[in-house]
C-alpha cells in the first residue's frame, strides 16, 4: 500500500511539474538556457562533426556530453530536456526508498514539487543522481565506485569537489590510507577518462575547457546571492539609494559602482567559511556524516557570490538522507517556493523594477526572506 501511494504521488508531482513548464509565467525565463547555451553545443556538433568550433562556453566537459546525449531524439531539445528530468526524479526517488527509506523518498518528492519547474530545464537532477548514489556508496564501503562517481560530477559541475576533502577524513580519521590513495586515484580516473573523451574524441579545445573553469570569476556579483542582498541593504541604509543591477556574462548583477570592494573579495570570500567547517569536522570527536556532506554544500552556496535557483537543488537533493525535523523540512521548503516566486514568477518585477528604478520591493523582500534564512542556516553549521 504504501508502494502505492508513493508511485501515485510520483505521478501527481511528475504531472503538475510539466503543466507548470508548459506555463508562459514559469517557461518564459527557465527555457532560455536550453535555447541559448544548451543548444548551442548540440548544433555545433551536428554541423561539423566535432566540438572544435564551439563558441561561448561556461559549462563542463561533462554537462556538453549531457546535452549532446539527448541530440538523437526527434523531440526538440527542451522537450527532451524536461523529459530526461522527469526520468531523473523518479530514479532519484526510487534509490531514496530502496537504499534509505520510503519517507525519504517521499520527503525528496515533496522537495521537488517546493522547487518547482526549473528542475526540468536544468541538468542538474543528473549532477545530484551520481553525488546521492557516491555518498550512498561510500556509506556501504564501496570506495572504489563512490570515488569514481564523484569524480564524474565533479567534471559535470564543479560543486562536488568540495565533498573530496570529507570522504579523504573519515577515511583518515578511520587510518584505511591505502584506501584513501587508491579511491583517490579512481576520483581522478573519472575526471581524466572524460576528458580524454571530450578533447580527443570530440574534438574539444583546451581554450574552451579553460574558459569554462574561469567564467564565473569574472561575472558580477549576483543579484540572487545573499552578497546581493547585502550590498544591496547597505547602499538603502548608508547612501539612501537602491543599487542599480547590470547584465553580463550571462547573468544579472549588481552594477560595479555600487560595490566598494574588488571583485576577487566576492570570488573566494567562500573558501573561508568552507575551510572553518572542514576545522571543525577535524576536531569533532566522531566522523563526518551525511549531514555534513549537505552542510559543506550550504555553506559554500550561503557565502557564494552567484546563486541561482537551481543551484539550491545541490544542497537539498542530500536533505532527504538526514532530515527528522517536520519543522526543518518546513523551513527548506519556505526556502524553495520562496525563491520560486523570485525567480520566475516575479523576477521582471524585481530586475526591470526594483534594481532598475528602486521601485517594486515586493520581490526584493522576498528573496532577502529567503537569503536570511540560508545565510542563518549555514552560520548555525558553522559555529553550533
Not at 364 to 379: E, H, M, P
Request: some cysteine; hydrophobic content about 55%; aromatic content about 20%.
Amino acid at each position: 500500500m504504501k508502494n502505492f501511494w508513493l508511485a501515485g504521488f510520483f505521478i501527481f508531482v511528475s504531472l503538475l511539474l510539466f503543466y507548470l513548464s508548459q506555463n508562459p509565467l514559469w517557461q518564459y525565463h527557465l527555457r532560455v538556457d536550453v535555447d541559448g547555451q544548451y543548444y548551442s553545443a548540440i548544433k555545433t556538433f551536428k554541423e561539423f562533426g566535432h566540438l572544435g568550433n564551439l563558441g561561448y562556453n561556461e559549462y563542463l566537459p561533462g554537462a556538453i556530453l549531457f546535452f549532446l546525449s539527448l541530440s538523437p531524439f526527434s523531440l526538440n531539445l527542451v522537450t527532451a530536456i524536461i523529459l530526461a528530468n522527469l526520468f531523473l526524479i523518479g530514479i532519484t526517488a526510487f534509490i531514496y526508498k530502496k537504499w534509505v527509506s520510503p519517507k525519504s523518498a517521499l520527503a525528496f518528492l515533496v522537495l521537488v514539487l517546493a522547487f518547482g519547474p526549473i528542475l526540468l530545464f536544468r541538468f542538474e537532477l543528473f549532477v545530484g543522481l551520481m553525488v546521492l548514489i557516491s555518498v550512498l556508496l561510500f556509506l556501504k564501503n564501496r570506495h572504489d565506485l563512490s570515488f569514481f562517481l564523484l569524480g564524474l560530477a565533479t567534471i559535470t559541475k564543479i560543486y562536488p569537489a568540495i565533498v573530496l576533502p570529507i570522504y579523504l577524513l573519515i577515511l583518515v580519521k578511520k587510518k584505511q590510507f591505502k584506501i584513501a590513495t587508491i579511491s583517490l586515484w579512481y576520483y581522478f580516473l573519472a575526471i581524466i577518462s572524460i576528458l580524454t573523451l571530450f578533447f580527443w574524441g570530440l574534438g574539444a579545445n583546451i581554450s574552451g575547457f579553460i574558459q569554462a573553469l574561469t567564467i564565473h570569476s569574472i561575472k558580477p556579483v549576483h543579484v540572487e546571492s545573499t552578497w546581493g542582498t547585502v550590498v544591496t541593504i547597505f547602499n538603502l541604509v548608508f547612501d539612501h539609494n537602491n543599487a542599480i543591477g547590470k547584465g553580463n556574462w550571462g547573468i544579472y548583477g549588481i552594477s560595479p559602482k555600487y560595490i566598494l570592494l574588488p571583485l576577487w573579495f566576492f570570488n573566494y570570500f567562500w573558501i573561508f567559511p568552507v575551510a572553518i567547517y572542514y576545522l571543525k569536522l577535524i576536531r569533532q570527536k566522531f566522523l563526518p556524516r551525511p549531514f555534513d556532506i549537505a552542510g559543506v554544500i550550504l555553506v559554500f552556496l550561503a557565502f557564494s557570490k552567484i546563486l541561482t535557483a537551481q543551484y539550491l537543488f545541490w544542497y537539498v537533493s542530500l536533505v532527504p538522507l538526514f532530515i527528522k525535523s517536520r519543522f526543518y523540512m518546513l523551513l527548506i521548503c519556505a526556502v524553495l517556493i520562496l525563491s520560486q516566486i523570485v525567480y520566475p514568477l516575479s523576477y521582471n518585477e524585481l530586475l526591470g523594477c526594483f534594481y532598475s528604478g528602486g521601485a517594486c520591493y515586493f520581490s526584493f523582500s522576498l528573496l532577502t526572506i529567503r537569503n536570511l534564512i540560508l545565510i542563518s542556516l549555514a552560520l548555525w553549521l558553522l559555529f553550533f
